[in-house]
């Protein structure tokens, strides 16, 4: 028997107001193990016309992201991150960078702009500046919000068309799964964000509802 899928108690709303993120990282089992079912997942759960739903569910997890942030004591910023050797700050910068990179390359293949000559290339292991403050991190957010709602009006319409680019980890994946993709990553750093918070012995962290 298979065993049942996590349910963490920081979830929370995110269950309701980000279903097919959450689907989505609950099959691939929190990191690239599952990314097969993953991607099976996805397939089903994008389609044609849906990347403007798929941003509100972005926003949701950005909600999310936030209130965890703003939760965190400074001091916790420059524990360990829960990747590579990276302290929480620059773990929080990756994440953010993630929001912004992967939708607007695909943004490029749905445009039809993606470039014949030194295409975009993932490189997954670059952490942020370990020194960022709370401030430094809400500003890298933000940028990351504006970026995806970009991207996502250039990807509606063009959610199943392939695109070109390559994750050394992923594979190739259609331009709305890309969408879809960056807030599974953003949960994988969630999570680790939240175990962060309890060893420090802050209280849970509660998004506020998206607009």
Known sequence: MAPAPRSPAWLGSLADDAPDVVAVWLVMDG???GLIAARREMRRRVAQGSAAAILAQQEAVAGALEAVLRAMPE???RAPGGEEEWNVAQAFAHTTAARRFLPAWAALAAAG????EQPPVVTPSIPGPPEASV????????KS??????????IAGHETERCPLDHPLVGHLRCGDWLLFAGVHDLMHLEQLHRTLAAFGAAPASAAPPD
């Open 31 to 33: 990191d690239f193990t």
């Open 75 to 77: 001091p916790a910023l």
């Open 113 to 116: 702009e993606w470039p014949a």
């Open 135 to 142: 401030e430094d991190l809400l500003l890298l957010l933000e």
């Open 145 to 154: 919000r504006r970026s995806q709602e970009r991207s996502a009006q250039r």
